[in-house]
Each structure stands twice: as C-alpha cells, then as structure tokens.
C-alpha cells in the first residue's frame, strides 16, 4: 500500500527522521566522530551494483501493523527493554565492539559462508522467505498434503508475520546504532587487527576503516540494530516447525563449492563447505550468530531477537491451533502425523 506523497509502495508514513546524518562506508579517519551520536541509527551511502543510494529506515511504520496472535504491537517491548541495546559510554557497548573486532580477525572461510548464506538482501527471499523455504523441505521430507501445507504455512507465516512486528517495534524505539558506526567511533586513531576487505584477510588497520563482512553493495541492513531481524524470524519459524512435526529433526544441508562466495569470489572458500541442519534450533541459532560474523549485530540484539523470536513462535502457534480445530496438532499432544 501507499500512505505517502512519494508513491513509493511501502513507504514510511510516520515521519521518521535518523539522529545522524548519512556516510560513506567506512567512516574513515577523517569523519567528524565528534558530532555523531554514537548511541543511534546512521544511514548508509553506497554503490548497490546499478546507482548510489542512501536507503532509508525500512519498516519504520511496522509499529503500526496489526499483529496475528501478539496482544498488541508493542507486546515484547518490555521483555527486550529489560536487556536493551547497550548504551555508549559503557563498558558492555566498548565490550561487544571488540568481541565482533576479534570475531572479523579470526574469520574462518565457513564462517564467512555462514555469513553470505545468511545475508537474505535484496533480489532474495528475504530472512522471513528462508524459513518457507525450509518448510518446503519439511513438506517434502514428510509427505504433506495439500490440507497439512495449508496448515504449516498458514501458522508458519503467521509467526513470521508477528516477529517482523516484534523485532521492528523494538528497532524504531531504540534506534540502536549499528557496528559499522560504533566500531569506528570507538576505534579510529587507534590500531585495531581485523577482516580488510575482499581477498586481504586480517590486517592491521585504523579502527575508523573497519568494515563488516558483507558484500560492498549492502554493507549493512538500512534500519537499526536492536533487536536482530535474523535472530528474531528465524527462532520464531523454528518454533512453529518443531510444534508442527513434534520434533526438532530437520536434517537438510547446503553445499558451496571453492571459491563460490560473493563477497571473495575465486578464492572464498578454498575447499567446499558444507552446513548441516540437524534441528531447526541449530539452523535458528546458526541464522543468528551469522549476523555477528557478518558484522551487522552485537551479541545481545542477536541472543534478545532468539529469545524473542521463541516466545512469539511459541503465541502464534497456540492461536493458529485454534483454527485448525484438528487433534493431531493439539498442543498436548504434538507428533508426527
């Protein structure tokens, strides 16, 4: 739909505006760090493969959206307020900079595979579009009906649906900043041992030039950064699966050949890698700490956003029961079917 004067479908409608103003990325060592809010949002400039953009707060209006099964929009806010984004100058906001510093410089090729695996940006199916698409493997796997597809997908997405809410509500209240602001502010006119770029490894750097393990046309997602997306979709679709099939099995795996990755092609990974699902809380979690070898979160956004993710799963499938009026799926008695 569109609410705005833009004609841009989708469009923020609530006049939202950043704290700071747009960079470049990296910030560099000769950015204005004294007049940048550190505890904020900062939107990005950069090459996306065809123009220059400066994308704007993605899904600042979601706050507004009714949810599926949450009592209201803002249901879980106080559940993430209780740990919040760590805030500049604490010892917990410089601490959780340095553990992603230390994670950049000792990146291994499968977690960089993890990270690119997990990016879901644009021309994608998205974090929410992953986990329909392992419940298509679910379907294959257990021989679905079309009457058992309508039902998993039904609840499945419904979930989705509230953890987009959940985890954008939380974004737009905190307007967390995100690594690839805090890490320089923190870091620049100091000597820091990190990930260089494409293809340079670890190397020494001023630590205003840090950048994330991301491919340079979407270096970082453009909304804030408590609580993670990623952690949030994932944790709640693993929930809705495992309450579907009364198990955690999963069983399903992707495989990269040398040299397949995107963001060092030709060189990364130097062998084939392959990631393995045993359960769906080990793709969840896995969905998650992507996020921190890629750079985009801090710990506590990606352990809140899981954490958040499970308690919202969790609502939605009591509700979606409720329309299946099906005993093979009541809640007392999960199963196989």
Known sequence: GNLTASGVPYADYTGYSPVNPATTVPLGTGYDYA???????????????????????????????????????????????????????????KSQAQALIAISAGLTDTQKMIAEY?????????PPGHWDLFAQFVSTRDHHTVDDDAKMFFALTAAIHDAGIAAWVAKRLFDSVRP????????????????GGPFMGTVSMDGGNWIPYQPSTFPTPPFPEYISGHSTFSAAGAEILRRWTGSDNFGASVTFDSGSSVVEPGVTPATPI??????????????????????IHFERADLVGRATGRLVGAQAWGKALRYFRDARHDSSAPGPR
Do not use: C
């Not at 990005?44 to 507004?64: C, D």
């Open 274 to 295: 392959t990631l393995y699902w045993a359960t769906f809380t080990d793709a969840a979690n896995q969905a998650g700490i992507s996020r921190r070898y890629g750079g």
């Open 180 to 195: 690839v602001t805090a890490i320089p502010f923190l870091f620049h006119g100091q000597t820091i041992m990190a990930w």
């Open 35 to 93: 007049s940048l809010n550190p505890n904020h949002w900062q939107p990005l400039t950069y090459f996306n493969g065809t123009m220059t953009v400066t994308p704007s707060f993605i899904g600042a209006q979601w706050y507004k959206v009714t949810p599926f099964a949450m009592r209201a929009a803002d249901e879980f806010v106080p559940f993430s307020a209780r740990f919040g984004p760590a805030l500049y100058p604490s010892e917990i906001y």
């Open 118 to 126: 997990w990016t879901n940006g644009p021309r994608t199916e998205l």
